[in-house]
């Protein structure tokens, strides 16, 4: 079909209606869900979810790595932070029944399945200085882009600047601390494993699918992320996982003076 004129081009644009390509949004999202998308390695995605959206990250090859960024929706300025995430539990590995905290003290999302195990708290995405000496190109259009560049492409579609862009977490790569205190990349679980987060506060939520940047892969070598939410309800009092330790239970109460006095 000539595209060489606007008609053409419109008749062009139109007859792509209904097809389907492995990486993309499916829109609307099928019977039971509010968010179903596929992400390409070396992509990104973002969407703002209510309290209580259960988010399951799936990695059906093995090879995805989702860096994960979350900010409280309508106030931007309370965010993950990864480094109290870790301080206030007191472990610095992610898993089931861990807590994804802001520097107020409060929960964002609560990780309540993972069948993968494999994640980092510690090294943050890749940037473009990085992927520019290591690939030949870290720019965010590029063959090999960088989280970082990413994140801001994302982040830019909700307000945000590069300056509101925190250290982020990642899923699905694993990095363990040596007695010496040197970083050991344990890589993937293998293909076909999960994470479900649930949001016990309205999050806008970045995700950068990119490899990690301990991987010693020395090609650009990551696979498709599936991003499936459905609408549910945020922890309370009586679910096992608010009292599972007297710090989050401290963080969980915060969360909920803080939603009750904003009539949340």
């Not at 959206?53 to 995805?64: K, M, Q, S, V």
């Not at 307000?159 to 344990?186: C, I, W």
Request: proline fraction near 8%.
């Amino acid at each position: 079909m000539a595209t060489g004129t606007t008609y053409g081009a419109r008749d062009h644009a139109r007859a792509q209606q209904g097809r389907r390509t492995a990486a993309m949004p499916l829109v609307p999202a099928p019977e039971g869900l509010v968010w179903a998308e596929n992400v390409a390695g070396g992509n990104y995605t973002h969407k703002a979810v209510a309290r209580g959206t259960e988010l399951r990250l799936a990695d059906p090859t093995g090879t995805a790595c989702a860096h994960v960024l979350l900010y409280v929706t309508g106030a931007p300025w309370e965010r993950l932070n990864v480094a109290d995430t870790v301080k206030v539990q007191w472990n610095a590995y992610l898993g089931a029944g861990r807590l994804l905290l802001s520097d107020q003290g409060r929960v964002l999302a609560s990780l309540v399945a993972d069948t993968s195990g494999r994640h980092d708290t510690l090294c943050g995405t890749s940037t473009a200085a990085r992927n520019t000496a290591r690939y030949g190109d870290g720019s965010p259009h590029g063959g090999t882009p960088a989280g970082r560049e990413l994140f801001k492409l994302a982040a830019a579609k909700h307000g945000l600047a590069p300056r509101d862009l925190p250290p982020s977490l990642s899923f699905f790569q694993g990095v363990r601390v040596e007695p010496d205190g040197a970083l050991e990349f344990t890589g993937s679980a293998g293909p076909g494993t999960a994470v479900t987060l649930r949001a016990e506060m309205p999050l806008t939520v970045l995700l950068a699918n990119v490899p990690h940047p301990l991987d010693p892969n020395p090609a650009y070598v990551c696979g498709p992320l599936e991003v499936r939410a459905r609408a549910g309800q945020p922890t309370g009092p009586g679910d096992p996982l608010w009292d599972d330790t007297p710090e989050g239970r401290r963080a969980f109460q915060n969360t909920a003076e803080h939603l009750t006095a904003r009539g949340l």
